[in-house]
């Protein structure tokens, strides 16, 4: 037996975050289309995410005969130094009218993509695409101006669901594998991706 030693590089920053709307059937319920716009914020200071999951146990003849947990939500929790104000109004649910915002009803919050690059110390990238996600929560609070400068952030969480029949919640693309090598993050973000094959596709001929 082979040993196969690693060495994987650390991260080094987060890079800009992709939003894209979805198109939902006449019911409200998401599909595979979206918008044909996908928004790019460079304003993400701090990503975390976390599984929601659920472990259970099978048990036959008094002893347990399998063990399994069922990852149920991904939650992504992040921090911006700035927010586009008609763009989180839309992901709340509420309308927006050449700038004018009723809010305040009881909404149903549309579905949306989200995208976020995470760039490791030796310039590869993992690439995610969260196809299927709804914002859970926001935080908006502001602070007077002082002498001294201090950032005023906002903090969201977006939930991402299972978006297709195997429970899959998330698309990514490994550059440091040579088979997504010429992947580029414009590639990439350039519409949400769903299956290998579109991400296959989606490579650049010759990384660029």
């Not at 059937?25 to 200071?45: C, I, K, L, M, R």
């Not at 769903?194 to 001929?205: E, I, W």
């Amino acid at each position: 037996m082979a040993l196969s030693r690693k060495h994987p590089a650390t991260k080094e920053t987060v890079g800009a975050q992709y939003i894209c709307f979805n198109t939902p059937d006449e019911n409200g319920e998401w599909t595979e289309n979206f918008e044909s716009t996908v928004y790019v914020f460079p304003t993400v200071t701090q990503v975390s995410t976390e599984e929601a999951s659920e472990g259970y146990d099978v048990w036959a003849s008094g002893a347990s005969y399998e063990s399994d947990s069922v990852v149920s939500a991904v939650d992504i929790s992040e921090t911006n130094v700035a927010f586009d104000d008609e763009i989180l109004e839309k992901m709340k649910g509420n309308t927006v009218v050449d700038g004018v915002v009723l809010s305040g009803k009881t909404t149903v919050r549309p579905w949306f993509a989200y995208g976020i690059p995470v760039i490791k110390h030796d310039g590869s990238m993992d690439l995610r695409w969260y196809p299927k996600c709804k914002l859970t929560e926001n935080t908006d609070a502001t602070a007077t101006s002082t002498d001294s400068h201090s950032d005023q952030t906002d903090d969201m969480t977006i939930r991402a669901y299972s978006f297709d029949e195997e429970g899959n919640k998330c698309v990514k693309a490994l550059t440091a594998n040579n088979a997504m090598k010429n992947m580029t993050q414009d590639a990439f973000f350039a519409a949400p991706l769903l299956t290998v094959a579109a991400v296959k596709a989606a490579v650049p001929s010759s990384g660029g």
